[in-house]
């Protein structure tokens, strides 16, 4: 199993400029997940989803759109790139969560992205 | 707010010197406190989920335990490749889970 793929794994784009990241997951996993990493900051959730069809906000979506239109695949958005977007963009999956308790998250290698 | 806290920023030590690293966490009904290690250039690994305080889980030389409001990841004598970042995150709610800013761990030969 490949587990989580990110694709690319680099960019660079220029202010302005739109793209799309691509995440697969190949364990049928219901949730998946945005996070973007900078230096000092952590993992810092951008988006979610909770089964194919469905999206909501994490702590920091502003400048960023995504979509899961098939449980296998969830897709990030920026539709026009700001220099503040430069990060470490990483996906993860995991199960749903029961009523008491989360699941463990497993995290794609990510994709690193510069805007200039 | 809810807040995962991890000290310190970053450990050096030497090879069989053991160690603990911190993390406190601010939710009141956790839903798993979660222990990752991340390589450079790598995505952020899993290692242990623990659910209730005076759980404790052990991988060779990592041992990870958990009280009310905090979590140790305990490493026994570390060899150098036990370098790496450790990063703590607890589950705040059915579908979040949020991150602490990590610890770099360094382990000199």
């Known amino acids: 199993n490949a587990g989580v793929t990110q694709t690319p794994k680099f960019r660079v784009l220029k202010t302005g400029q739109s793209m799309t990241l691509l995440c697969a997951q190949d364990?049928?996993?219901?949730?998946m997940y945005w996070y973007r990493q900078d230096p000092g900051m952590g993992l810092r959730l951008i988006h979610y989803?909770?089964?194919?069809?469905?999206?909501a906000k994490g702590e920091v979506p502003d400048g960023y759109n995504v979509s899961r239109l098939k449980k296998q695949n969830f897709l990030l958005g920026l539709e026009s790139a700001a220099p503040s977007q430069t990060s470490v963009y990483f996906c993860?999956?995991?199960?749903?969560?029961?009523?008491?308790?989360?699941?463990?998250?497993?995290f794609g290698n990510g994709t690193r992205l510069t805007v200039t | 707010e809810d807040q995962v806290t991890q000290s310190p920023e970053a450990l050096r030590l030497q090879e069989g010197e053991s160690s603990s690293l911190n993390c406190s966490y601010t939710?009141?009904?956790?839903?798993?406190l979660f222990w990752y290690r991340q390589d450079p250039g790598k995505g952020p690994e899993f290692l242990f989920t623990l659910y209730s305080a005076g759980e404790e889980k052990e991988k060779e030389r990592l041992k990870a335990t958990l009280t009310k409001k905090e979590s140790f990841l305990h490493i026994t004598a570390p060899k150098p490749e036990d370098s790496a970042t450790y990063l703590c995150a607890e589950g705040s709610s059915a579908s979040k889970i949020i991150f602490g800013s990590g610890t770099r761990l360094s382990i000199r030969p």
């Open positions: 993860a999956s995991s199960y749903w969560s029961t009523g008491t308790y989360n699941s463990p998250l497993h």
């Open positions: 939710v009141s009904g956790l839903r798993g």
């Open positions: 989803s909770v089964g194919e069809g469905t999206t």
């Open positions: 364990m049928n996993h219901e949730y």
